[in-house]
């Protein structure tokens, strides 16, 4: 008896949750995927700046996000229509994130290489005056 009573409300459960999930469609201003590396980059670094200097960008009025968008000449509504589009495609979202990993990498690591030949410069400026 309880197991058809059970069964009497899994049964319409099941049916309504079987639901069909549309998927966004794609915006007629889509952000080309290069572009989006570009612009997924310079947030990046946005984000980075401002989390590293907060009180320094506030004082200074700096509106990072706004300052990238308009470089890139797209709109925020732009911007997260053509996220949200490349998100449902998991593999060019991963294709774009992965650029984006590796062109942060390379600038980080072609830093650390500028910074470490300043400082070998330095010391051996500091060695030739001794």
């Known amino acids: 008896m309880f197991y058809r009573i059970s069964?009497?409300?899994?049964?319409p459960l099941l049916i309504l949750g079987c639901q069909k999930i549309e998927n966004t469609p794609k915006p007629e201003n889509l952000i080309p995927e290069d572009k989006m590396v570009e612009i997924?980059?310079?947030?990046?670094?946005?984000?980075?700046?401002?989390?590293?200097?907060?009180?320094?960008?506030?004082?200074?009025g700096v509106v990072g996000r706004e300052l990238i968008l308009k470089k890139h000449q797209v709109d925020s509504?732009?911007?997260?229509q053509s996220n949200a589009y490349?998100?449902?495609?998991?593999?060019?979202?991963?294709?774009?994130?992965?650029?984006?990993?590796?062109?942060?990498?390379?600038?980080n690591d072609s830093l650390n290489e500028?910074?470490?030949?300043?400082?070998q410069e330095k010391r051996s400026q500091n060695n030739g005056e001794n």
């Not at 069964?7 to 049964?11: C, E, F, G, R, S």
């Open 77 to 80: 509504l732009q911007l997260v």
């Open 114 to 119: 500028i910074n470490e030949r300043l400082k």
């Open 86 to 107: 490349y998100a449902e495609n998991f593999r060019v979202n991963q294709r774009i994130y992965e650029r984006v990993e590796a062109i942060l990498k390379f600038q």
């Open 40 to 60: 997924l980059v310079d947030l990046a670094k946005i984000d980075a700046a401002m989390s590293v200097s907060t009180k320094e960008y506030e004082k200074r």
């Open 7 to 11: 069964l009497l409300i899994a049964l």
